[in-house]
């Protein structure tokens, strides 16, 4: 732990940030830009129905969601993760409201990355 802890320091260092809230914006945008490679895969398993990896997916970005001020991702992707029971799930079967959920979850992402495009992302 303390190796990953002095190998982390020192990409910080070489950053050369001025200031903790560069670093957050920095975080924020990075967590944007895998915010735009997740709702692809959201969308991929919605399409085919694969209700387990959405279910993990969801998961996810319910525990990041918070962190980066984004209350309304983690509610939603909470709404979609109690929505798929536990357990397999045929593809030919739809939990109900899941799609509905998700969908619902994908748009908001979607608002949120036009939202906060600026170009940098």
């Not at 993990?56 to 990041?64: F, I, N, P």
């Not at 993760?81 to 969908?103: D, L, N, Y």
């Not at 619902?104 to 608002?111: Q, W």
Request: glycine share 4%; aromatic share 6%.
């Amino acid at each position: 732990m303390i190796e990953q802890t002095q190998y982390y320091s020192k990409d910080l260092r070489a950053l050369k940030l001025n200031s903790l809230q560069e670093i957050e914006e920095r975080l924020r945008r990075g967590y944007l830009n895998r915010l735009g490679l997740r709702v692809k895969t959201l969308r991929k398993f919605i399409i085919e129905r694969n209700w387990e990896k959405l279910r993990e997916e969801c998961v996810a970005l319910s525990t990041r969601g918070d962190s980066f001020g984004f209350p309304e991702i983690v509610a939603l992707a909470d709404q979609v993760r109690r929505s798929v029971p536990i357990g397999k799930i045929s593809r030919a079967a739809t939990p109900p409201r899941t799609k509905e959920f998700a969908e619902s979850l994908v748009t908001t992402i979607d608002s949120i990355l036009v939202t906060n495009s600026t170009g940098r992302i």
